[in-house]
């Protein structure tokens, strides 16, 4: 009966950090639906409105790892619980802003306190299910949430918008926020470090968090301001600098704040470099299908959230147990290789879309195929990725991948748009209409994520190691 209630009680701790990472993950889309409002609001110029996005993206990216190896060595509940705590004042503050100023500093204190909360949260899932098939459909769950988020952000984005005004997609994490907070004092476990009396690595944390946040602060410019530009050019080779002096200091420091010898773990490197490529394709779908919905099938804000349900649903059906009996019967990497072969599909098709194209046949057959390919690749990614790391790493291992699919997703986004601009710019000078242009510089993006893809699931087929799971305890786990 005591093991039953501790068996319930996991199993709602899970529930709760979810909770929290969606809040985080509903936030970096949510907004995107909201900017008309927000820009004739508040007087935002076309210019200076990215920077309601930026400045979320920035702190979001660059703080990842730090938060994460702050986890694993001050605690990963306190630090969760002080991750939410700062995302909910700040969204707030968003709610309440009537400035510009005011909303971009509290947008970049939320993606400060989402970078903590995603950071340590795969890592206090990875503590409380150490069987290898709870652990299973545990990671399915949560990567429902990360692969799902971002499609259902546009749907509340939209609805919220609608209903009330953009100050809600905001205010809507108050209630949210202090319900994860309780929650998760009563029922997620406080594992605490061995050692509370770790030095921090001081110049290190300095280096590697100037370095990311330099580099994404040139990748979500470089469009703007042009990627031969000084500007761009110039930060791009400060972050690498400083990320070359990171590694310096990392090897002469007797207690490093990111130990090199983890990227000798050959599944983490390898599902590092697949979730580059496979987030820098799933980042441009959301961004290009939506602006092909709405600039060239003029679908409203509400229309373009419900054309990503039929995705999002696929893959909470994948996500909540389908998934951990794909890698229980299959292992890791055959699951992981059909659902990016089938990401692939899915992009391959929406890089044929027309310019008077129809919901039913040019939409939702790529949007069912890259939902199948994203809810059966992502469980057995983030299994592989953390599937040699010791406990007391897992928090550094977690800000690895999730760094991974940040920076990958920011990069990918914007070479991927600045092609596509390229092209639409091209074709315009060539006497093409507007309609035509744009669509054709979509089409060569949507190519461009259907090679990301392809990529990814080749170098996971090839290099991940993988052992079969013991089909017989999930298979018990999951009745």
């Not at 476990?189 to 001081?202: G, L």
């Not at 919905?293 to 389908?322: C, D, N, R, T, W």
Request: net charge positive; aromatic share 10%; with cysteine.
């Amino acid at each position: 009966m005591l093991s039953l209630t501790l068996d319930r009680k996991r199993w709602s701790a899970l529930c709760v950090l979810c909770l929290g990472v969606l809040m985080i993950v509903l936030d970096s889309t949510i907004v995107n639906v909201a900017l008309p409002s927000i820009r004739q609001d508040l007087g935002f110029t076309e210019t200076s409105l990215v920077w309601v996005v930026n400045a979320y993206m920035l702190t979001f990216g660059g703080f990842l790892l730090l938060g994460a190896r702050f986890g694993d060595l001050y605690g990963h509940r306190k630090l969760f619980l002080i991750g939410t705590m700062l995302f909910t004042i700040a969204s707030l503050a968003c709610g309440l802003a009537n400035t510009q100023s005011l909303l971009i500093i509290a947008r970049a204190v939320q993606g400060l306190g989402g970078a903590v909360v995603v950071a340590v949260a795969l890592s206090l899932i990875m503590n409380m299910f150490p069987n290898d098939a709870e652990r299973a459909k545990a990671m399915g769950v949560y990567g429902f949430v990360c692969a799902g988020g971002g499609s259902l952000g546009l749907l509340f984005g939209g609805m919220l918008t609608d209903a009330f005004g953009w100050h809600w997609i905001f205010l809507v994490n108050l209630p949210i926020g202090i319900a994860v907070y309780a929650l998760c004092v009563s029922l997620v476990p406080n594992i605490r470090p061995k050692s509370t009396a770790v030095q921090v690595d001081a110049w290190g944390a300095i280096t590697v968090t100037m370095s990311l946040v330099l580099a994404v602060y040139a990748i979500v410019n470089g469009n703007h301001r042009g990627w031969g530009s000084i500007e761009t050019l110039g930060l791009l080779v400060a972050a690498t600098f400083l990320f070359v002096v990171f590694l310096i200091i990392e090897r002469r420091v007797p207690r490093p704040l990111v130990p090199l010898s983890i990227f000798r773990l050959r599944n983490l490197t390898i599902a590092s470099v697949v979730g580059i490529l496979w987030s820098a394709g799933m980042f441009a779908w959301f961004f290009i299908s939506a602006l092909y919905m709405q600039l060239i099938l003029g679908f409203e804000a509400m229309q373009v959230g419900l054309a990503f349900l039929p995705s999002s649903l696929i893959m909470a059906v994948f996500s909540l147990g389908l998934s951990a009996r794909l890698v229980a019967r299959f292992g890791i990497r055959k699951p992981l290789g059909v659902g990016l072969l089938l990401g692939t599909v899915g992009f391959a098709l929406f890089a044929r879309v027309p310019v008077n194209g129809n919901l039913l046949t040019d939409i939702f057959p790529s949007m069912i195929l890259l939902g199948l390919g994203a809810g059966m690749a992502l469980n057995p990614l983030l299994i592989a990725s953390m599937s040699d790391v010791r406990p007391s790493e897992y928090g550094l291992a977690s800000g690895i991948i999730n760094t991974a699919f940040m920076m990958g997703g920011a990069l990918g986004l914007a070479i991927i748009v600045s092609a596509s601009d390229t092209r639409t710019n091209h074709m315009l000078a060539s006497g093409a209409t507007a309609d035509v242009a744009l669509t054709a510089g979509y089409q060569l993006a949507f190519f461009a994520g259907a090679f990301c893809a392809a990529a990814a699931g080749l170098c996971g087929v090839l290099f991940l190691r993988t052992r079969t799971l013991d089909s017989t305890r999930i298979a018990a786990s999951g009745n």
